[in-house]
C-alpha cells in the first residue's frame, strides 16, 4: 500500500508542482514525510486517509480556481532580491 500511495503523492508533486516538503507540512504537518517515504516509511491508514483528502481537496480546489500552481517559492524571492 506505501508505494502505492508514494506513486500517487509522486504524480500529485509533478501536476501541482508543490516541493516535497511543503506537500509534507500541508498534508500532514511532516515536512519530512516524501523522503521519508522515499526511504521506506510505511504509512499507517491514518496518514493515508489524511494525505488522500489533502490531494482530493486540492485538485477540487484548483478546479474551483481557488489555488494555483505553485512552483517552489524560494526561487521567486530570490529573483525579486
Do not use: T, Y
Request: proline fraction near 5%; hydrophobic fraction near 35%.
Amino acid at each position: 500500500m506505501e508505494r502505492n500511495l508514494l506513486h500517487r503523492i509522486e504524480a500529485f508533486l509533478a501536476e501541482s508542482r508543490m516541493p516535497p516538503s511543503v506537500f509534507g507540512r500541508a498534508a500532514a504537518h511532516d515536512p519530512r514525510l516524501v523522503s521519508d517515504l522515499r526511504g521506506g516509511r510505511a504509512p499507517g491508514r491514518s496518514l493515508v486517509c489524511r494525505v488522500e483528502h489533502f490531494m482530493n481537496k486540492w485538485r477540487a480546489d484548483f478546479h474551483e480556481g481557488r489555488v494555483m500552481k505553485r512552483g517552489d517559492q524560494r526561487f521567486r524571492e530570490e529573483k525579486r532580491a
